[in-house]
């Protein structure tokens, strides 16, 4: 099993570019995750998804948008990049049960100049 | 609302020594507890977790107790290695939805 995966792992834009980053799983999980991380901030959820389908905002939902149209894939999308845009982004997953633990990717590495 | 604090980094300890990382949350209800550990470069990956009072999770040599009068899930290690150089994160989640709210992280560096 590969786990979960992040397609690009480094991505430079421009102000203004958009792009997507795609995570996979093949773990059959329900929930897939988004954060990104920033230095001295931890991680912050952006958007989620509790099945096919759905998806939900996060704690930083703004300039990003997602879309989950197979159970096993979950795409994040920047319309209009920003600096403050700039940040490594992970993925994650899980089983639909209180407490299950969270699969994480490897992250994708942006930055936005 | 819900969040954790965690002792802020960096931590520097030789190869042997004692290790605490304080973890403090607040939430509604009954959360689940969790540390996760991200060595350099990668993603994060469990480290250990508990899912009420009292517990006590553990792998590797670490362990932290869940303890709800005192809000607290401190990270503990009696003889750290230069292997465990790495990021620890404390987490908590709340509800069916399993959202992850995490501290800021806590470096740990072990010098030979």
């Known amino acids: 099993n590969a786990g979960v995966t992040q397609t690009p792992k480094f991505r430079v834009l421009k102000t203004g570019q958009s792009m997507t980053l795609l995570c996979a799983q093949d773990m059959n999980h329900e929930y897939m995750y988004w954060y990104r991380q920033d230095p001295g901030m931890g991680l912050r959820l952006i958007h989620y998804s509790v099945g096919e389908g759905t998806t939900a905002k996060g704690e930083v939902p703004d300039g990003y948008n997602v879309s989950r149209l197979k159970k096993q894939n979950f795409l994040l999308g920047l319309e209009s990049a920003a600096p403050s845009q700039t940040s490594v982004y992970f993925c994650a997953s899980s089983f639909p049960f209180e407490g299950s633990e969270q699969y994480f990717g490897p992250g994708t590495r942006l930055t936005v100049t | 609302g819900n969040s954790v604090t965690q002792m802020e980094g960096p931590v520097t300890l030789s190869e042997e020594a004692f290790l605490t990382i304080n973890c403090t949350y607040t939430a509604t209800g009954y959360p689940s507890l969790f540390w996760y550990v991200q060595y350099p470069g990668e993603g994060l990956q469990l480290l250990l977790k508990?899912?009420?009072?009292?517990d006590k999770g553990s792998n590797k040599g670490f362990e932290a107790t869940y303890r709800k009068e005192t809000t607290s899930f401190h990270l503990e290690k009696g003889s750290v290695q230069v292997s465990d150089s790495a990021v620890y994160f404390c987490a908590l989640v709340t509800g069916s939805q399993g959202n992850l709210i995490f501290g800021k992280g806590t470096k740990l560096s072990v010098k030979p």
């Open positions: 508990a899912t009420k009072a009292d």
